[in-house]
């Protein structure tokens, strides 16, 4: 694929993050036989285009994570995308419906990386041990796309949907607590919208942050000391309206929430 063709599909959706508008997926429009491959190439040019205007990236992150939402999406494989610090909410914050297009919300753990880990071969035990805490977090995801309609070359093209994050306050040291075994459940106005346990990442999200490593060593990347990765939705995405109070309860890592005005 071409550098002009790469441009072209990065600013087509950066247009439409930044314009706060669905557009028809590149496969549907710019490039019908856009590949995996080349759809990385698009989103490193985003993330690239997001770094010039002084944007920073929190960390990369894990999508499409749970066998589940593989089976319903049709595909085999896990992708990633990069969090930037401008998609930060404090806890307890406001998520402004203005700023967004057709928000969803999902409860995830993250991991804080207390060393660079660097693939290929990496374990999710070799992830535990260069872990300093995880954190509770709720992803906010927002397609570019029309109705979330899109495949998997799109949604990876389209930086894994990423959109806002909140993080939780309580800090984990990983080996204190069951991963794989810590529920979750997402309630909005009090009801229960959303559910699961850490299993539902990969067996183990740790699983997930191994799996990152070893995609990133691919491109010659890795995970870095400091990075804060989000490694999967645990529960489903769940859609967001106006006046939701939004709330990620976790076992053993408490509670994140925010409110969308
Ligand atoms: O974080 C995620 O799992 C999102 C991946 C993209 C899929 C979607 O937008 O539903
Ligand atoms: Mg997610």
């Given at each position: 694929m071409s550098s002009d063709q790469i441009n072209k599909i990065a600013c087509y959706l950066l247009n439409g993050e930044y314009e706060k508008r669905e557009v028809v997926k590149v496969t549907s429009s710019i490039k019908q036989d856009l590949t995996l491959e080349e759809a990385y190439l698009v989103q490193e040019e985003i993330v690239r285009r997001k770094l010039s205007e002084g944007k920073k990236i929190i960390g990369p992150k894990m999508g499409l994570t749970s066998y589940a939402k593989m089976k319903q999406m049709g595909v085999e494989t896990p992708i990633y995308g990069y969090v930037f610090d401008y998609m930060l909410i404090n806890n307890g914050g406001q998520l402004k419906l203005s700023e967004l297009i057709h928000p969803k919300v999902e409860a995830e753990i993250a991991f804080i990386m207390g060393e660079d880990v660097e693939g290929p071969g990496i374990t999710g035990v070799q992830v535990l041990a260069a872990t300093e805490y995880v954190i509770p977090a709720l992803e906010i995801i927002d397609s570019r796309y029309e109705k979330f309609n899109f495949t998997l070359p799109d949604v990876v093209a389209d930086n894994a949907s990423t959109s806002r994050v909140v993080f939780g306050t309580t800090l984990k040291k990983p080996d204190w607590i069951e991963l794989d075994l810590v529920g979750a459940i997402i309630t909005i106005n009090g009801e229960i919208k959303g559910l699961g346990a850490g299993?539902?990442?990969?067996?183990?999200?740790a699983n997930s942050i191994a799996m990152l490593a070893n995609m990133l060593a691919k491109k010659g990347k890795k995970i870095k000391k400091g990075d804060i990765i989000l490694s999967g939705g645990i529960t489903e995405a769940v859609t967001l309206q106006r006046g939701d109070n939004v709330t990620g309860k976790f076992d053993s890592l408490g509670e994140v929430t925010f409110t969308v005005v």
């Open positions: 299993a539902a990442v990969l067996g183990h999200p």
